[in-house]
């Protein structure tokens, strides 16, 4: 889609949350800290969580195509904190030199199929900066001070949750609808919803343009709608326009493809 970032934005975008994300676990009290953005683990499980995903996603991008990921042994994860997020570190160092040895265009396992997102190894980087950029705010929730994601990022991560996490060709189970997203940054995208399953664009021009009406729509920064994407945030907190059932719907839609 247009004005995606590019390949080497990705990368240092990556470092950047990275640090970020380790900053946040080093001021926190304890490991034990629970994260309220994800109930069920501690700080120590969220670092262990993202870190093992940065080795096993390295593995994967480094084997080229294939039918499946790549299987890597379970690491031992140190309990301490310093040793841990250096653990972290060097796992971040791995995905990021495995993604800039294969460059943006190796064909590479990915889990998602027929959606708008190609199966390559820049597509797996432009997911996992959103990974590490999610989990960063999680981290800092959890510490009690959470900042918004980069502009940059979190323009680009409305469009990769849509094209990559939510377009399929899984036929939606419900009456056709049209869904617009915009971002006050001054970007918004449109979402079809059919028989034919879920297709998103960029609609060009000012927000709300376009050759149909939409049947909801949510309005935010590009932070929030992010948040609100990953369910972060709850959609009380965007302005939202028309039937809000659909996004409950869609929220609870979990198509087999």
């Known amino acids: 889609m247009e004005e995606t970032l590019e390949f080497a934005d990705l990368l240092r975008l990556?470092?950047?949350?990275?640090?970020?994300?380790?900053?946040?676990?080093?001021?926190?009290?304890?490991?034990d800290v629970r994260v309220p953005t994800c109930p069920e683990w501690t700080l120590f499980d969220l670092v262990q969580h993202l870190g093992e995903g940065r080795r096993k996603w390295a593995a994967t991008v480094a084997a080229g195509p294939a039918d499946a990921p790549a299987a890597v042994p379970a690491p031992v994860v140190p309990q301490e904190r310093v040793a841990l997020l250096a653990w972290f570190a060097a796992s971040t160092g791995e995905l990021l030199a495995s993604l800039r040895e294969a460059?943006?265009?190796r064909g590479c396992w990915t889990w998602w199929g027929p959606s708008q997102s190609p199966q390559t190894s820049g597509a797996v980087a432009r997911h996992q900066l959103q990974q590490v950029a999610v989990h960063t705010y999680d981290a800092q929730v959890a510490v009690g001070a959470p900042q918004p994601l980069p502009d940059e990022v979190a323009l680009?991560?409305?469009?990769?949750?849509?094209?990559?996490?939510?377009?399929?060709?899984?036929?939606?189970?419900?009456?056709?609808?049209?869904?617009?997203?915009?971002?006050?940054?001054?970007?918004?995208?449109?979402?079809?919803?059919?028989?034919?399953?879920?297709?998103?664009?960029?609609?060009?021009g000012s927000a709300g343009e376009g050759p149909e009406a939409a049947d909801v729509s949510a309005w935010g920064t590009a932070n929030e709608l992010v948040m609100f994407c990953y369910g972060?945030?709850?959609?009380?907190?965007?302005?939202?326009?028309?039937?809000?059932?659909?996004?409950?719907?869609l929220i609870a839609w979990e198509p087999e493809v």
Request: with cysteine; glycine share 6%; hydrophobic share 40%.
């Open 156 to 204: 680009d991560g409305v469009d990769e949750f849509l094209t990559t996490c939510v377009a399929t060709t899984a036929a939606w189970p419900h009456k056709p609808a049209v869904i617009d997203y915009h971002a006050t940054e001054g970007r918004s995208w449109r979402l079809w919803l059919s028989a034919d399953g879920a297709r998103a664009a960029r609609l060009p």
């Open 103 to 105: 460059g943006p265009d």
């Open 232 to 249: 972060r945030i709850s959609m009380d907190l965007l302005r939202l326009d028309g039937d809000r059932g659909i996004f409950d719907q």
């Open 14 to 31: 990556m470092d950047e949350r990275s640090t970020a994300f380790r900053a946040a676990v080093a001021s926190a009290p304890s490991l």
